[in-house]
């Protein structure tokens, strides 16, 4: 069984993942395909995201990508996580990852509106919900403020009718338009405001994309997800296919079996995963050092992060439920994490010495960080214990 190390794992992610200077990408879509998806769930990662894989692509480009050519598109799929997809890629994942999550979403959708009383059969009304929101979107695309005030259904809220602190109305549309978004009926369309902010509008996916291909069927859907992790993240272990995709072993072992995928063994005892062809090598590569956002696709790509992650730095690095926040890489290996100070400028915080070569390297790409956010002030949802500490007087 072929052996790849640690350290070669650890070069790949200069390549592969266009990290390494030598190795960034020009335009948004090559960046979105190298990391197979971009995390979209604090929407100011993905163009962070771009940014340290490319050279001379700037925020405007990348929402260009989005919203005039759309050569990627925003959809919520495995792990019921929000993220940008090439083009291409979406039957794959209408078929597979997005479709499990849509019928777990339905169940408890359901429950809930039974639940609450809104109607004796939940189910029922949720395709009753899905059909008017559709008919008021083929007028155009909409807000979800506006689709409330103009669909009976999306208008109503359950929860905050009892005096404990945790119990606030909740609407019930974000639930129904999530619901069209899995199964490919809806797409997030133009954002309403600032890059970096969550104001989208929501538009028919036919009116969005022109000709919708079908979704593939599950099997091939899930095959072709792990063909595309297997060519970013390859090695890993199944375990970590698994985590990435929020699916099931036999799911994953019955994809790995599809692409023929080959056995090789890791530095940690465990036997890794990659695709029949990938006979890549890394070669000799220099240091690199980049600066990553919050929940990016490679700090995310892994259940198991030792070979590129101090265990020590964990409760550092992320919250108690897994989500990573900035993090600051030298030479292959999480370091530390980046903040910004109040005009702007990005500041390192690192959690261990890397000598001159490595600190000086880092501080060069929070100067290129700080020059591309150009004044631009970032706000994060999952900050992790660092971030919190580093941004104190």
């Given amino acids: 069984m072929r052996r790849i190390s640690d350290a070669e794992r650890r070069a790949r992610i200069g390549v592969r993942h266009a990290l390494a200077p030598a190795h960034r990408l020009g335009d948004t879509e090559a960046v979105t395909r190298a990391m197979t998806v971009l995390h979209s769930t604090e929407y100011a990662s993905v163009h962070l995201a771009v940014a340290a894989r490319s050279e001379g692509v700037t925020a405007q480009d990348v929402d260009a990508a989005l919203y005039d050519d759309r050569s990627v598109v925003k959809q ?130 036919e009116d969005w994309l022109g000709e919708v291909p079908a979704p593939l069927d599950e099997a091939a859907g899930y095959a072709e997800l792990v063909r595309r992790w297997l060519g970013t993240f390859g090695p890993g272990t199944a375990a970590d296919v698994q985590w990435w995709l929020g699916s099931t072993k036999t799911a994953v072992t019955r994809a790995l079996a599809d692409l023929e995928a080959e056995e090789v063994a890791l530095d940690d005892g465990t036997t890794g995963w990659v695709l029949p062809d990938d006979t890549v090598d890394a070669g000799p590569l220099e240091p690199w050092a980049a600066l990553l956002p919050t929940l990016d696709p490679t700090v995310m790509g892994w259940r198991s992060r030792g070979f590129y992650l101090d265990p020590a730095h964990v409760p550092y690095l992320f919250d108690t439920n897994g989500n990573a926040g900035t993090t600051a890489w030298w030479d292959g290996r999480v370091v530390g994490c980046w903040v910004q100070d109040a005009t702007g400028r990005v500041r390192l915080s690192l959690l261990e010495d890397v000598g001159p070569d490595g600190t000086a390297a880092l501080e060069r790409e929070a100067e290129r960080l700080t020059d591309w956010l150009d004044g631009t002030v970032i706000g994060n949802v999952y900050a992790s214990r660092q971030m919190k500490q580093a941004r104190l007087p």
């Fill in 76 to 205: 919520l799929a495995m792990r019921r996580t929000l993220f940008v997809l090439p083009r291409d890629l979406l039957p794959a994942a209408w078929g597979s990852a997005s479709a499990r999550v849509a019928t777990s979403e339905r169940k408890r959708i359901a429950k809930a509106i039974t639940g609450a009383g809104i109607a004796p059969d939940g189910e029922a009304w949720l395709d009753a919900a899905r059909e008017a929101t559709l008919a008021c979107l083929a007028a155009g695309p909409a807000t979800t403020a506006e689709l409330r005030a103009q669909v009976p259904e999306l208008a109503g809220t359950i929860g905050g009718d009892t005096d404990k602190t945790w119990d606030r109305p909740v609407p019930v549309a974000p639930w129904v338009l999530t619901h069209l978004g899995l199964d490919g009926a809806v797409v997030r369309g133009h954002n309403g405001g600032h890059w970096r902010l969550n104001k989208p509008t929501w538009v028919r996916t």
